[in-house]
Structure formats: C-alpha cells, structure tokens
Nanobody, 123 residues
Framework: QVQLTESGGGVVQAGGSLNLSCATS????????VAWFRQAPGKEREFVAAIWWWRGDNTYYSDPVKGRFTVSRDDAKNTVYLQMNGLNAEDTAVYYC???????????????WGQGTQVTVSS
C-alpha cells in the first residue's frame, strides 16, 4: 500500500501560480505511476495530469490545463509536483494525487489516494 500526502494548496489571485506536492511512502517510488485529479464544488472528480514511470516519465494532461500545468517527479524525495501557472476561477477545486502500478488514467485505475488539498482562485 502506498501512502500519499498532498500539500501546497491555498488561495491565489487569478493569473497566479501554485506548486502542489505529493509525498509518497510505503512502496518503491520508482515503480509508481502518479496522477493528479481535482474535484470542484458540485462536480465530479476529473483527471488533471499524470506522470508514468514505466514509460520513461512520460506526462499526460487534460485539455483545460495543457500548457499551464506541469507535472514532475523527484525520485530522491519520493515526491511528485504539480506546477500550476495562469490559474483561473475554473481551477478552483480540491486537488488529489493518486498512485498506481498499472496503466490507465481513469479513477478506477488508481488504488491509492491522498486526502486532497484545496486550491481557491479568486478573481
């Protein structure tokens, strides 16, 4: 089992930036595929970005965040990051990191989840 802990959320003005962190423990980090999801009030949780270890750290992004968000990993710190630039009100949500040893970008493909961190973008 993998334990995940998100941090770095907060309140930011539109156009600003935040860098979320997802610290992992409990299993070999190098084999993990890690993704970020988010859930806005009244909406379903949606995929945001992922970084796949088994494909040489290939990255994947949803269309709404492509070009603004960057996912990366630091193997020495067992941590995955989500750098978010150009934030707007539509990015307001609780952000979750999730981990998997299998492929896929659906929620059901991920067996471990963090508790979430709130991101609020004020206009």
């Amino acid at each position: 089992q993998v334990q995940l802990t998100e941090s770095g959320g907060g309140v930011v003005q539109a156009g600003g930036s935040l860098n979320l962190s997802c610290a992992t423990s409990g299993r070999t980090f190098n084999n993990l595929n890690v993704a970020w999801f988010r859930q806005a009030p009244g909406k379903e949780r949606e995929f945001v970005a992922a970084i796949w270890w088994w494909r040489g750290d290939n990255t994947y992004y949803s269309d709404p965040v492509k070009g603004r968000f960057t996912v990366s990993r630091d193997d020495a710190k067992n941590t995955v990051y989500l750098q978010m630039n150009g934030l707007n009100a539509e990015d307001t949500a609780v952000y979750y990191c999730a981990a998997s040893f299998t492929t896929g970008l659906q929620e059901t493909d991920f067996e471990s989840w963090g508790q979430g961190t709130q991101v609020t973008v004020s206009s």
